[in-house]
């Protein structure tokens, strides 16, 4: 998500959408909150439309939406651990050097490391 796209979709048509589902239902029209991720634009309350825009400061999102507490600080955890086990056992086998071991990673490497960290997510992964 870049900038340029996320700022098209969110005046073209998450504005015109949110406003209008808030005409029909006779409600007021809601504050957007953000996280602070970088597809984002930083000067986003800047711009002029009918919704006011609150973005979360640098660590506020987990207080926020539980999932980034629980079940992605798990599987971030898992994803990492993945790795570095591999690291280490090819560090130990042949003695290659870390550039030795991240030039081959691809795209299928990435997705096999991500099935086996989710995979090890617990079904009831704690929220604290």
């Known amino acids: 998500m870049t900038q340029e796209i ?3 979709w969110y005046i073209n048509y998450f504005c015109r959408t949110v406003l209008r589902f808030c005409q029909q239902n006779e ?3 809601q504050a957007l909150l953000l996280d602070n991720v970088s597809g984002h634009p930083a000067n986003l309350a800047e711009v002029r439309t009918l919704l006011d825009v609150n973005i979360f400061t640098r660590h506020q ?3 926020f939406q539980p999932m980034d507490r629980g079940v992605i600080a798990e599987f971030k955890a898992y994803y990492l651990r993945q790795n570095f086990m591999e690291l280490v056992r090819d560090f130990d086998r042949s003695g290659k050097t870390m550039k030795d071991y991240w030039r081959p990673f691809d795209i299928l490497k990435v997705i096999n490391n991500i099935d086996a960290a989710w995979e090890k997510v617990s079904v ?3 929220l604290a």
């Open 6 to 8: 996320f700022l098209d």
């Open 27 to 29: 409600l007021p029209a």
């Open 61 to 63: 999102t987990s207080l």
């Open 124 to 126: 009831n992964c704690s």
